[in-house]
C-alpha cells in the first residue's frame, strides 16, 4: 500500500465550499476507473488565518497512482475548480510506502 499525501490552503470563507467541491465532484470524477485506489482521507485543521488541508490518497500500487496521477506522478494533480477554492497549494506530492 502507498499513501499519497498532498496539502492545500484555503480562507477560513472558501474551506466549506472546498470540502463540498472536494468530497461530491472531484473525487468521483479524478477516482473513477482507476484499478489500485482504495480511498482516501482528507484532514483539516486552521492554522492562523487560514484551513490547511492533508489529503491522504491510499492505492494499492505506484502503477495505480500513475493511472491516476499521470506520467509525472509526483506534481500534484489540481483542477482547476480546486485552484479558485484554494489560496496556495503544494505541487509536489509526496508517497510513502505503508509498513503497518
Known amino acids: 500500500m502507498i499513501f499519497r499525501i498532498w496539502k492545500g490552503w484555503a480562507s477560513k470563507e472558501n ?3 472546498y470540502e463540498t467541491l472536494f468530497r461530491d465532484v472531484v473525487l468521483p470524477k479524478v477516482t473513477a476507473g482507476i484499478d ?3 480511498g482516501v482521507n482528507l484532514l483539516r485543521r486552521e492554522v ?11 492505492f494499492d500500487t505506484l502503477d495505480a497512482i500513475k493511472s491516476f496521477a499521470g506520467p509525472d506522478f509526483e506534481r500534484a494533480v489540481v483542477p482547476s475548480e480546486v485552484k479558485a ?3 496556495r497549494f503544494e505541487i509536489v506530492v509526496q508517497h510513502h510506502e505503508v509498513i503497518f
Request: glycine content about 4%; charged content about 30%; cysteine-free.
Open 85 to 87: 477554492l484554494l489560496s
Open 48 to 58: 492562523n488565518d487560514e484551513i490547511e488541508f492533508t489529503t491522504i490518497f491510499r
Open 15 to 17: 474551506a466549506s465550499d
Open 36 to 38: 489500485g485506489y482504495k
